[in-house]
Each structure stands twice: as structure tokens, then as C-alpha cells.
């Protein structure tokens, strides 16, 4: 994974969640995402990285500059299932 919006990706379908759901769980707009995800937004704000790191368990290092290794996907899902329930019967 050379870049963030490669390393967002990963983290968006670790967690099994659409672009959408992972926002919300991120409490970051959608559009912050999927800026990123496209390549169209440089360096994101440290607090966008330190809100996606927040749900996920990503390493801050790794996911700003690609330092290390990147997070188990498992670990991802499990963390942010933990942190960001989906509501009973939403959709993703």
C-alpha cells in the first residue's frame, strides 16, 4: 500500500462497511472519505487520520505515511463493530 488513499481502502473494506457507513462510524463526512479514497485531497488533517485511526485500531505511523505493517483485517472489523455498532437492521 504506497499511498493513503490506498491504505483508506484497506481499511474501508476491512471493516466491511460501505463508504457511508465508515464515515458515520468515523464521525467524518462522507465526502472527507471519499476524497481521499480518489486521490484528489493531498495530506488529510492529523484529525481525520487520528478519527479514522480511532475506529479502526490503525497505527497512526502506518496509516499517515505507511511505516510498518498494516492493521489484521479481522482485528479492523472487530474494532470497529466494537466502537461503531451498526443499528439493528440498517443496511450497509
Do not use: H
Amino acid at each position: 500500500m504506497y499511498d493513503i488513499k490506498e491504505r483508506v481502502i484497506y481499511l474501508r473494506q476491512a471493516s466491511g462497511r460501505s463508504s457511508s457507513g465508515f464515515s458515520v462510524a468515523a464521525g467524518l463526512s462522507r465526502s472527507a472519505v471519499r476524497l481521499i479514497e480518489v486521490g484528489t485531497r493531498g495530506q488529510p488533517e492529523t484529525a481525520t487520520l487520528l478519527a479514522i485511526c480511532r475506529v479502526t485500531g490503525a497505527n497512526l505511523d502506518w496509516l499517515a505515511s505507511g511505516t510498518g505493517d498494516p492493521p489484521n483485517e479481522s482485528d479492523v472489523r472487530e474494532t470497529i463493530d466494537r466502537l461503531a455498532p451498526l443499528e439493528s437492521g440498517a443496511a450497509e
